[in-house]
């Protein structure tokens, strides 16, 4: 049982490319989510799924794309990356459709020159 | 707007001393307040409150949760230095779909 995973570790990226952040978890958790870190800011919720096919934006979308075609997988998408978007990206999954009690994965450190 | 503030922002302690990390919130719908423990990763789960005046234990860390006031303190007592790490509040509203996040408590404890 891996928990949540997510590839790759560290990324560096130039302004404009666009990449993909990978997420998956072995829970059968419903709900999943990706939330950026930033030095002072806490944690901030980019999108969100509570299922399968059902995905919603957080309070930070602007930028990012996700989808949810499994259970187990939700990619987040940079479309054209900005250095606005160097930051520690994790993504997390509960049971239920609900958001409490999050397990999170390692982490993903983006840098955008 | 939803707002969760948490104080203080950094703390230093010495080994053995207790410490007590505050959260105040203004949310709508609020279903639940969380405290999670992050170190040099990911977060990790240590708390969930949805009634006011239980308090939760877990060993030397415990939480109370006042919905009147809208605030809920995170008490660690005789503090050790693996206790370092940053200390986040999140609250839940509305049907649980969405956590909104503290900045933080960034405790540091000294041998």
């Known amino acids: 049982n891996a928990g949540v995973t997510q590839t790759p570790k560290f990324q560096v990226l130039k302004t404009g490319q666009s990449m993909t952040l990978q997420c998956a978890q072995d829970m059968n958790h419903e709900y999943m989510s990706w939330y950026r870190q930033d030095p002072g800011m806490g944690l901030r919720l980019i999108h969100y799924s509570v299922g399968a096919g059902i995905t919603d934006q957080g309070e930070v979308p602007n930028g990012y794309n996700v989808s949810r075609s499994t259970t187990e997988d939700f990619p987040l998408r940079l479309l054209s990356a900005a250095p606005s978007q160097t930051s520690v990206y994790f993504c997390?999954?509960?049971?239920?459709?609900?958001?409490?009690?999050?397990?999170f994965g390692p982490g993903t450190r983006l840098t955008v020159t | 707007e939803d707002k969760v503030v948490q104080s203080p922002l950094s703390l230093v302690v010495h080994e053995g001393d207790t410490v007590t990390l505050n959260c105040s919130y203004e949310v709508t719908n609020f279903r639940s307040l969380l405290w999670y423990k992050q170190e040099k990763k990911a977060p990790t789960f240590l708390f969930m409150l949805t009634s006011s005046g239980i308090e939760k234990k877990s060993g030397r860390l415990s939480s109370i949760l006042d919905k009147k006031e809208l605030f809920s303190i995170l008490n660690i007592t005789a503090t050790q230095t693996g206790d370092s790490a940053i200390y986040l509040c999140?609250?839940?509203?509305?049907?649980?779909?969405?956590?909104?996040f503290g900045e933080g408590t960034q405790l540091t404890v000294n041998p």
């Open positions: 999140a609250v839940e509203r509305g049907f649980g779909s969405r956590l909104t």
């Open positions: 997390a999954s509960s049971p239920g459709q609900g958001a409490r009690e999050q397990y």
